[in-house]
């Protein structure tokens, strides 16, 4: 112990060191090892020779900031951004997007080698799946809004700061997002809307979320203000409504708490329609203000594409879809499997799967209310026994009760979509006792950022 207090010792705040990039971390970060202590840089790449200063010293590890880069990575490009390196949204602008690709799947690998007991090497672990054009993909903006010299202000807070980025060009947002947040963040300061002011707690209007439809074009503006009464209401829909002809639903949210959290209790539509239309293959759905949709339509369709097809199913099959949120997994894999059965713990979700399902006409869908974990051993009791399993888990990866009702009702086929590679890799570690890992495809859902997606086939040992 003593050895090892002595060897992490030597590093000091604000210590300038040079450290050499062996890997990207699941954040995005340059990875890097002075004197056997891992050092965690900020916007470096592997292989990269730097001078870095020590900004954090925890006793297992440290964080730096590059002073100077001695030696440049191949893949090092100019980031498309001009706030980059302030707003945090995106972590990988500065890699080319091809090695994004490759770093991606390697941090799938890490994850598995921290978390997991599998054989990398025997593994089957495929190269990410990208987009032919990464830029302007998010179908959904949630700005703050702020105030600065009597200027009104729509961005993100900066990285690791209560600083108000103001964003007027985003290089991932849809541009039809981006165009309309302006547009609104205009007719608030004409209007002389009074403005959140997070550190007072006094203002009206705290955050614009713009929602489109990518594939129908139509488009959804929510103001999130602290209080019910909207002053020059009419005034503030007349201008939207002439200066965003596309707009064809305009809502209001009251968030009246000390909170990060972006959304209150309370919706109601100003104007217009209460969701927009989106369409994700031959399946059309409607997205309310507080409806959970992916943010990547054109690569969700790979993903759950990717999903089906790790699933094999022949038509037969009774699969369920556990965490079904609004049925998508579930009614994409429809037409293959011989019924369907979701599940969720939100009833409006399944309220809106059930919608889903009768409007597609797929009768041998069923959606409900409740838990994997109760409701798996209670079909089994009456007879019901399903092939198939799918999952789309939160970060969270999926509950441990779950896991053992899996390990319990044995389905020969498991397919696991992820969006955090740590959570997935402890899972399959939970599952490994009865399943196998016949191969995952990881997929690119956030082009520049360090998110990675990924869909892994298990099946019966």
Request: one cysteine or more.
């Amino acid at each position: 112990m003593k050895k090892e207090q002595q060897t992490t010792a030597k590093l000091q705040l604000k210590q300038t060191f040079p450290l050499t990039i062996k890997r990207l971390g699941i954040n995005g970060e340059g990875v890097g090892y002075f004197k056997r202590q891992v050092v965690f840089v900020p916007g470096a790449l592997p292989g990269e020779e730097v001078v870095v200063e020590a900004t954090k010293v925890h006793p297992k590890f440290a964080e730096a900031k590059i002073k100077k880069i001695r030696k440049k990575s191949e893949h090092r490009i100019k980031p498309l951004c001009p706030v980059y390196d302030q707003c945090g949204g995106c972590q990988l602008q500065h890699l080319r997007y091809d090695q994004q690709l490759n770093e991606k799947r390697d941090i799938v690998i890490q994850a598995l080698e921290r978390h997991s007991k599998l054989k990398i090497d025997a593994l089957d672990i495929r190269p990410t799946i990208g987009m032919e054009n990464p830029w302007g993909y998010r179908n959904k903006s949630q700005f703050q809004v702020g105030e600065r010299d009597g200027k009104v202000l729509a961005g993100l807070y900066g990285l690791n700061s209560h600083n108000l980025i103001n964003i007027e060009q985003c290089a991932v947002q849809h541009p039809a997002t981006t165009k309309a947040t302006e547009v609104v963040k205009g007719i608030l300061q004409d209007l002389k809307i009074p403005i959140y002011n997070e550190r007072k707690h006094k203002g009206l209007v705290r955050t614009i979320v713009a929602r489109t439809g990518v594939k129908t074009g139509e488009l959804q503006i929510v103001l999130i203000t602290t209080k019910k009464e909207l002053p020059k209401k009419d005034i503030i829909i007349q201008e939207i409504k002439k200066r965003l002809p596309e707009v064809n639903s305009i809502v209001q949210n009251v968030n009246g708490e000390k909170t990060s959290v972006i959304f209150g209790k309370d919706t109601a539509t100003l104007e217009g329609s209460d969701f927009i239309q989106e369409t994700l293959g031959d399946l059309q759905f409607e997205l309310s203000a507080r409806t959970f949709f992916q943010l990547n339509p054109e690569q969700t369709v790979k993903l759950y594409n990717e999903a089906k097809s790790a699933a094999k199913l022949t038509g037969k099959e009774k699969l369920v879809d556990a965490y079904c949120g609004v049925g998508t997994i579930g009614l994409w894999m429809a037409d293959q499997a011989g019924e369907v059965r979701g599940m969720d713990v939100i009833p409006e979700s399944i309220d809106d799967a059930k919608k889903n399902a009768e409007k597609h006409g797929v009768q041998h869908a069923k959606f409900y209310v409740g838990k994997a974990e109760e409701l798996l051993p209670k079909w089994l009791n009456e007879g019901w026994r399903h092939d198939v399993i799918v999952v789309d888990p939160p970060r969270t990866g999926c509950d441990q009760e779950f896991l053992k009702t899996v390990l319990k009702i044995k389905p020969k086929t498991f397919v696991y979509v992820s969006c955090n590679p740590s959570t997935l890799a402890k899972d399959i570690h939970t599952l490994g006792s009865h399943y196998k890992v016949e191969y995952i495809q990881p997929v690119d859902m956030f082009p520049h950022t360090s998110q990675i997606e990924s869909v892994t086939r298990l099946v019966l040992k």
